[in-house]
């Protein structure tokens, strides 16, 4: 059985910043592409940023760009977003997934975390 647990999430004020991490089990990690959402309260799951199976690619959401970054251990079978510089924007409930598709779409995840609040302060 899959299992996603995401970590680091909290409490920072606005600048500051977190590193979300993800640790995964139960298939070959290093076989899938892996994914932060985010979801507000009141809004839809947003697309945050994907790294390709070897690292190699990436994808991000242009709201994040500059300021977050994904990374990937397939030896650790984690998955770490940094988040630099923070917005009270940028406060949600975050969620890693795993998929097959370098993608920023929902639809192409198959197996999701249950989420780590990241609230950023003004």
């Known amino acids: 059985q899959v299992q996603l647990v995401e970590s680091g999430g909290g409490l920072v004020q606005a600048g500051g910043s977190l590193r979300l991490s993800c640790a995964a089990s139960?298939?070959?990690?290093?076989?899938?592409?892996m994914g932060w959402f985010r979801q507000a309260p009141g809004k839809e799951r947003e697309f945050v940023a994907a790294?390709?199976?070897?690292?190699?690619?990436?994808l991000y959401v242009n709201s994040v760009k500059g300021r977050f970054a994904i990374s990937r251990d397939n030896a650790k079978s984690t998955v770490y977003l940094q988040m630099n510089s923070l917005k009270p924007e940028d406060t949600a409930v975050y969620y890693c997934?795993?998929?097959?598709?370098?993608?920023?779409?929902?639809?192409?995840?198959?197996?999701w975390g249950q989420g780590t609040q990241v609230s950023v302060s003004s």
């Open positions: 997934a795993t998929g097959k598709i370098t993608t920023m779409l929902p639809r192409d995840y198959d197996y």
């Open positions: 790294i390709s199976r070897s690292g190699g690619v990436t």
């Open positions: 139960g298939r070959t990690f290093s076989n899938y592409v």
